[in-house]
């Protein structure tokens, strides 16, 4: 069993920032965390940045520039900042990691921009 917990979401206002959090937990030997994805209402979830295990990063060219993903492999966590945040980032962010078999995917922490 893998456990992938999300924190970090919230409301901000246009222009801040948010930092968004993954922790791995369970059988995490068996699994990579890759990255972040999102899902705005009403449209399908989308990459929005992912890392290698070395630590190289790949994003969203709608995020580039504004965003940051970083890992930390000690604490089984995997990083997103988020500045000059921008009301069309409002979504679910999901945190993702690939198995042997299978896709894992956190529930989900929702970040709001407002205008």
């Known amino acids: 069993q893998v456990q992938l917990v999300e924190s970090g979401g919230g409301l901000v206002q246009a222009g801040g920032s948010l930092r968004l959090s993954c922790t791995a937990s369970?059988?995490?030997?068996?699994?990579?965390?890759r990255g972040w994805y999102r899902q705005a209402p009403g449209k399908q979830r989308e990459l929005v940045a992912t890392?290698?295990?070395?630590?190289?990063?790949n994003y969203a060219d709608s995020v580039k520039g504004r965003f940051t993903i970083s890992r930390d492999n000690a604490k089984n966590t995997v990083y997103l900042q988020m500045d000059s945040l921008k009301p069309e980032d409002t979504a679910v962010y999901y945190c993702?990691?690939?198995?042997?078999?299978?896709?894992?995917w956190g529930k989900g922490t929702l970040v709001t921009v407002s205008s």
């Open positions: 890392i290698t295990s070395g630590g190289r990063p």
């Open positions: 993702n990691a690939a198995g042997a078999a299978m896709d894992y």
């Open positions: 369970g059988s995490i030997f068996s699994i990579y965390l």
